[in-house]
């Protein structure tokens, strides 16, 4: 698989949720930058399971690749992202960012993220909301 295939597919599996499958596509210690939490930057992959479970346990985040271009150990992936609360409703307007996807050998060793325009409110809101799980503890 190229490392374009393989931006692409973890976008599918993210899509899906499938975030286990997402984290085997990367290094043991990957390194994500958290756009919610401005810069923030989560190391690991438990690090960053934990980031997806507090983020996506009532909300879903679909995410359209719109362009990727390979340069060196660098995807550069151009996408369009739409925030779904647990209901299904659309959160605010979709939001498009760039993602840089850097690999040690095949696997994404971290990722960073920029985003052309502020996170709309109501976004923020549904994404660093409480999750029910953690509400229920």
Do not use: W
């Not at 190229?2 to 990957?30: G, H, M």
């Not at 346990?57 to 647990?86: F, H, K, P, W």
Request: charged content about 30%; some cysteine; hydrophobic content about 40%.
């Amino acid at each position: 698989m190229t490392r374009s295939e393989v931006v692409r597919t973890a976008y599918q599996l993210f899509n899906e949720k499938n975030f286990e499958a997402v984290l085997d596509l990367c290094d043991p210690d990957i390194e994500l930058r958290d756009l919610l939490n401005k810069g923030g930057r989560a190391h690991g992959r438990a690090a960053v399971r934990q980031r997806f479970a507090e983020r996506f346990s009532d909300a879903t985040v679909r995410v359209t690749v719109t362009d990727l271009m390979e340069a060196g150990n660098t995807v550069i992936a151009v996408v369009c992202c739409q925030v779904y609360d647990s209901a299904g409703d659309r959160v605010g307007p979709s939001v498009v960012v760039t993602d840089h996807f850097r690999f040690l050998g095949d696997r994404i060793v971290q990722v960073d993220t920029t985003q052309f325009e502020e996170l709309p409110e109501e976004v923020r809101t549904v994404l660093l909301a409480p999750s029910a799980s953690s509400r229920d503890i």
